[in-house]
């Protein structure tokens, strides 16, 4: 199979120009499904850290590079959502986050915040032994006791080392929420309203923000706290 992926025909949330060449890498098995990003793309055309993927594979070798506290050796493997991009030796870690129109960017964060990354639920099962299974954005699972609750929407952050939740935000009216994707990727809010659609249609969500605020459907909204926003401590 081919290692290219057409420009043209790449997802939005590809921070690539489309326009510059026919062909650009083509992203590996792995998270995010279809909206990952491979890494290689990171390190040359949104950083400028590899002038090609010769360049990049000996980064990758020297085990300096880590997404979510893991070294990476794949130029290819796909890059989304709330990663935790690490580089060890230049002592630089980034959160990806929504940029404007839905293209991923990276947030510069501490490293105290690189040890462990958010995670949207959008699945829940129970599995043997009464334990539930949580299945993340990015395609992760998580196997938590039954007596804990947790419920679709909701966000958790874990632990990168360990994989042990560390905090729990609620998907509820008044919670701080990140649209991903859709007209107003990018943009921070507080659930203000979530509208329950009857039927198969996606429930809609009512954001309000300082100068107004937005609509969008509950699948583009995340939960997030306040230091997502910039504000925080680790940013």
Same mark, same amino acid.
């Given at each position: 199979?081919? %290692?290219?992926? #057409?420009?043209?025909?790449?997802?939005?949330?590809?921070?690539?120009?489309?326009?510059?060449?026919?062909? !650009?890498?083509?992203?590996?098995? +792995?998270?995010?499904? *279809?909206?990952?990003?491979?890494?290689?793309?990171?390190?040359?055309?949104?950083?400028? @850290?590899?002038?090609?993927? #010769?360049?990049?594979?000996?980064?990758?070798?020297?085990?300096?590079?880590?997404?979510?506290?893991?070294?990476?050796?794949?130029?290819?493997?796909?890059? +989304?959502?709330?990663? =935790?991009?690490? /580089? &060890?030796?230049?002592? *630089?870690?980034?959160?990806? /986050?929504?940029?404007?129109? +839905?293209?991923?960017?990276?947030?510069?964060?501490?490293?105290?915040?690189?040890?462990?990354?958010?995670?949207?639920?959008? !699945? #829940? &099962?129970?599995?043997?032994?009464?334990?539930?299974?949580?299945?993340?954005?990015?395609?992760?699972?998580?196997?938590?006791?039954?007596?804990?609750?947790?419920?679709?929407?909701?966000?958790?952050?874990?632990? %990168?080392?360990?994989?042990?939740?560390?905090?729990? /935000?609620? @998907?509820?009216?008044?919670?701080?929420?990140?649209?991903?994707?859709?007209?107003?990727?990018?943009?921070?809010? !507080? =659930?203000? *309203?979530?509208?329950? &659609?009857?039927?198969?249609?996606?429930?809609?969500?009512?954001?309000?923000?300082?100068?107004?605020? /937005?609509?969008?459907?509950?699948?583009?909204?995340?939960?997030?706290?306040?230091?997502?926003? +910039?504000?925080?401590?680790?940013?």
């Amino acid at each position: 199979m081919s %290692n290219h992926q #057409k420009r043209l025909s790449v997802p939005n949330s590809w921070p690539v120009e489309r326009k510059t060449a026919t062909f !650009t890498v083509k992203a590996g098995a +792995g998270p995010h499904g *279809e909206s990952g990003v491979p890494l290689l793309i990171v390190l040359r055309d949104v950083l400028g @850290y590899a002038d090609n993927r #010769k360049e990049a594979r000996y980064a990758l070798n020297e085990d300096n590079v880590l997404i979510n506290g893991k070294a990476v050796s794949d130029e290819e493997r796909p890059v +989304g959502m709330f990663d =935790i991009l690490a /580089f &060890t030796e230049r002592e *630089e870690y980034y959160r990806v /986050f929504p940029g404007e129109g +839905g293209r991923l960017a990276l947030t510069a964060i501490e490293a105290d915040a690189a040890e462990s990354k958010l995670g949207k639920i959008v !699945t #829940k &099962t129970h599995v043997d032994g009464g334990e539930v299974q949580l299945g993340l954005h990015d395609g992760e699972t998580l196997v938590v006791s039954d007596d804990q609750t947790y419920d679709g929407g909701d966000s958790i952050v874990v632990d %990168n080392e360990s994989s042990e939740i560390i905090a729990h /935000f609620e @998907y509820e009216e008044g919670a701080l929420v990140t649209a991903v994707d859709g007209a107003h990727a990018g943009e921070i809010g !507080t =659930i203000d *309203e979530i509208q329950v &659609t009857p039927g198969s249609a996606q429930n809609n969500v009512l954001v309000s923000q300082d100068d107004g605020g /937005f609509e969008t459907v509950e699948e583009y909204v995340v939960v997030i706290d306040e230091n997502f926003t +910039g504000g925080g401590d680790d940013e």
